[in-house]
T-cell receptor
Framework: AQRVTQPEKLLSVFKGAPVELKCNYS??????LFWYVQYSRQRLQLLLR??SRESIKGFTADLNKGETSFHLKKPFAQEEDSAMYYC????????FGAGTRLTVKP | GAGVSQSPSNKVTEKGKDVELRCDPI?????LYWYRQSLGQGLEFLIY????????KSGLPSDRFSAERTGGSVSTLTIQRTQQEDSAVYLC????????????FGSGTRLTVV
């Protein structure tokens, strides 16, 4: 079955440190992938999509077909980045990754 | 509407009772999705609608769960004979089409079965 996997349930970094949230996929071809974020007591919202190659709140994600990965990166984490992050496909499969809870410590 | 609206926002029900959860998608969004988020768990896909039909119901955890969508708009998720393990936040999302864009989520219905 085609899936995305997020191997880390929890990730903790200090403020100002780089952060990378991992996402791997098992789709063939060119999947359309997104990152969603859920801040405390807020609804899930789109953070970024690979097709637009944008940077949102300092986060970027590059689709690496060789490694079948779509890792989310930020060079300098901020406390307000603490949230639950989900890697998600769009198209034939609607099953999100298990999510990674990021905690940025002061 | 401007966003995806879900009602009620909170529901407490007794074990064994039936509940209905409602989702109003963004106007014009043809695709609608239901997910479940349990404490400490990720997002569990339940069912997907394209228009009024449900091509993928594979995520429904048991035959106590059913969903329908009418007029290509509002959807209702029904849970019959609720059990304590059904307690979770039920999220609805919609998108313009399955092949375009991403999901817009509602704020969810927190269901507590006592």
């Amino acid at each position: 079955a085609q899936r995305v996997t997020q191997p880390e349930k929890l990730l903790s970094v200090f403020k100002g440190a780089p952060v990378e949230l991992k996402c791997n996929y098992s789709y063939s071809g060119s999947p359309e992938l997104f990152w969603y974020v859920q801040y405390s007591r807020q609804r899930l919202q789109l953070l970024l999509r690979h097709i637009s190659r944008e940077s949102i709140k300092g986060f970027t994600a590059d689709l690496n077909k060789g490694e079948t990965s779509f890792h989310l990166k930020k060079p300098f984490a901020q406390e307000e980045d603490s949230a639950m992050y989900y890697c998600a496909p769009f198209g034939n499969d609607m099953r999100f990754g298990a999510g990674t809870r990021l905690t940025v410590k002061p | 509407g401007a966003g995806v609206s879900q009602s009620p926002s909170n529901k407490v029900t007794e074990k064994g009772k039936d509940v209905e959860l409602r989702c109003d998608p963004i106007s014009g969004h043809t695709a609608l999705y239901w997910y479940r988020q349990s404490l400490g768990q990720g997002l569990e896909f339940l069912i997907y609608f394209q228009g009024n039909s449900a091509p993928d119901k594979s995520g429904l955890p048991s035959d106590r769960f059913s969903a329908e969508r009418t007029g290509g708009s509002v959807s209702t998720l029904t849970i019959q004979r609720t059990q304590q393990e059904d307690s979770a936040v039920y999220l609805c999302a919609s998108s313009l089409a399955r092949i375009l864009g991403g999901y817009t989520f509602g704020s969810g219905t927190r269901l507590t079965v006592v």
